[in-house]
């Protein structure tokens, strides 16, 4: 991606579209498939894209619509969800710093 992104959709567009081409859906051996790795590396995006917590992300997406839509989100993640699969991420190296700034 070239330059910086300033729609926080389009990012999240982008991040998708990364995260599919990168891994797999699902963890073969999670617990319940509620949000996909690749909803969960879109969000992580997000909040690296508007420098905030876990928290602080999941309010920002539970009040744009356009955001749950575009990640095809019918409910919200626990913000421990997200710190989770960025543990589990970076584990794997899908996630990294360098990565997460070429989004933003």
Do not use: W
Not at 24 to 33: A, S, V
Not at 86 to 101: F, V, W, Y
């Amino acid at each position: 991606m070239t330059g910086i992104a300033k729609s926080p959709v389009k990012v999240a567009r982008s991040a998708l579209d990364v995260a599919r081409r990168s891994g797999p859906e699902f963890e073969p051996r999670r617990g319940p498939k509620t949000f996909t790795n690749h909803q969960l590396f879109a969000l992580l995006v997000l909040r690296q894209f508007f420098r905030t917590d876990y928290r602080g992300i999941v309010a920002i997406v539970a009040d744009s619509s356009e955001l749950r839509h575009e990640l095809g989100l019918t409910r919200l993640p626990h913000y421990s969800t997200l710190c989770y699969a960025e543990q589990r991420l970076e584990k794997r190296g899908l996630l990294s710093s360098c990565s997460l700034e070429a989004f933003c």
